[in-house]
């Protein structure tokens, strides 16, 4: 079966700073690849996805994440860190149902 | 604003109690999915209906009982749970189910059980 593993539990930042969350995916077939973003006490949000086509899969709220085959990684970046974008980030594959990583709780400090 | 709809966000029961969790969704998915989520861990999915009928079933204990009425509609009973259950439960849906569908979920906000 398909899975992710993220790596780092918990990402601190200062605001205006580089986000970097990294992804990795096993698979031995291209994989459906989601980053999700969950707010306290809420659902969880699409910010992007990557099925076939171009590697850099431009989202919502200025992330982006490019799939690398060769390091079989989909990290998941954003230029400049908002205070708004503190919230717990997951990385997932589709494989007829939607398999979640671990999850990375992403901090930014003023 | 989602388009998945839960009902209720908040519910509070004994363990000797029945209850249920709604979901409602108008999108015309065909797939919808319940997943549940403890405290700082990702989703755990534990069932999935596909055109009505229930596909998957990840062991899930019985005092958990699915039922998908219509393609609009999922429920979750529950009864006789335990404190361990206490948790965020989140329905989801999506076009199909299937390998070849490269659609993402849609989830809703969730409700979150408290199991005294």
Known sequence: ?????????????????????????????????????????????????????????????????????????????????????????????????????????????P | DTEVTQTPKHLVMGMTNKKSLKCEQHMGHRAMYWYKQKAKKPPELMFVYSYEKLSINESVPSRFSPECPNSSLLNLHLHALQPEDSALYLCASSPRWSREDNSPLHFGNGTRLTVT
């Open chain 1, 1 to 109: 079966a398909q899975s992710v593993t993220q790596l780092g539990s918990h990402v601190s930042v200062s605001e205006g700073a580089l986000v970097l969350l990294r992804c990795n995916y096993s698979s031995s077939v291209p994989p459906y690849l989601f980053w999700y973003v969950q707010y306290p006490n809420q659902g969880l949000q699409l910010l992007l996805k990557y099925t076939t086509g171009a590697t850099l899969v431009k989202g919502i709220n200025g992330f982006e994440a490019e799939f690398k085959k060769s390091e079989t990684s989909f990290h998941l970046t954003k230029p400049s860190a908002h205070m708004s974008d503190a919230a717990e980030y997951f990385c997932a594959v589709r494989d007829n149902d939607m398999r979640f990583g671990a999850g990375t709780r992403l901090t930014v400090k």
